[in-house]
T-cell receptor, first 114, second 112 residues
Framework: QKEVEQNSGPLSVPEGAIASLNCTYSDRGSQSFFWYRQYSGKSPELIMF????GDKEDGRFTAQLNKASQYVSLLIRDSQPSDSATYLCAVNSLTTDSWGKLQFGAGTQVVVTP | EAQVTQNPRYLITVTGKKLTVTCSQN?????MSWYRQDPGLGLRQIYYSMNVEVTDKGDVPEGYKVSRKEKRNFPLILESPSPNQTSLYFC???????????FGPGTRLTVT
């Protein structure tokens, strides 16, 4: 069973601080990694994607990928109350038995406190 | 406006009464997928389709059917719904699994 795991939280972060979210995956054939943000009662929306080992920055968000250790993380700098949401990690694999599938973690709830 | 639409948005039904949730996208995407979301379990993929007439099972396909007769539409069929299918359902589309998924607004289904 291929899995994507995240800490469920809630992760409480003071406003202006850095929020650090982690995601581990079990399928070594995983190729593409995504972070989605989901507000309560709403649809997920893409925050970041990363394909290669290392860091990728977009505004206040940084995604980090380490394929050898099978984890991907998301850093949110200068956290704002509007960042309070659930963050979903998603992974796709190109192995034969997983072709076409996209697996999501259960999500980490982030609460930014003023 | 580029979008994924789902209907209905809310549905309360009884055990065993067949239902269909429609999904349509206007972005000419090849890949479409259905997910269910339950508390503590995240999004779980039910079925996906790589293109017209090409569908395959996700991680939780039991009790569901799909069809892909047209590129834009990907309906989810529950032929005999049961209470354990009470959930929030999302349809999504994209150019493939290696790029952004565009999600519909969700359908909240309650089976009594």
């Amino acid at each position: 069973q291929k899995e994507v795991e995240q800490n469920s939280g809630p992760l409480s972060v003071p406003e202006g601080a850095i929020a650090s979210l982690n995601c581990t995956y079990s399928d070594r054939g995983s190729q593409s990694f995504f972070w989605y943000r989901q507000y309560s009662g709403k649809s997920p929306e893409l925050i970041m994607f990363i394909y290669s080992n290392g860091d990728k920055e977009d505004g206040r968000f940084t995604a980090q990928l380490n394929k050898a250790s099978q984890y991907v993380s998301l850093l949110i700098r200068d956290s704002q109350p509007s960042d309070s949401a659930t963050y979903l990690c998603a992974v796709n694999s190109l192995t034969t038995d997983s072709w076409g599938k996209l697996q999501f973690g259960a999500g980490t709830q982030v609460v930014v406190t003023p | 406006e580029a979008q994924v639409t789902q209907n209905p948005r809310y549905l309360i039904t009884v055990t065993g009464k067949k239902l269909t949730v429609t999904c349509s996208q206007n972005m000419n995407h090849e890949y479409m997928s259905w997910y269910r979301q339950d508390p503590g379990l995240g999004l779980r993929q039910i079925y996906y389709s790589m293109n017209v007439e090409v569908t395959d099972k996700g991680d939780v396909p039991e009790g569901y059917k799909v069809s892909r007769k047209e590129k834009r539409n990907f309906p989810l069929i529950l032929e005999s719904p049961s209470p354990n299918q009470t959930s929030l359902y999302f349809c999504a589309s994209s150019l493939g699994t290696s790029v952004e998924q565009y999600f519909g607004p969700g359908t909240r289904l309650t089976v009594t």
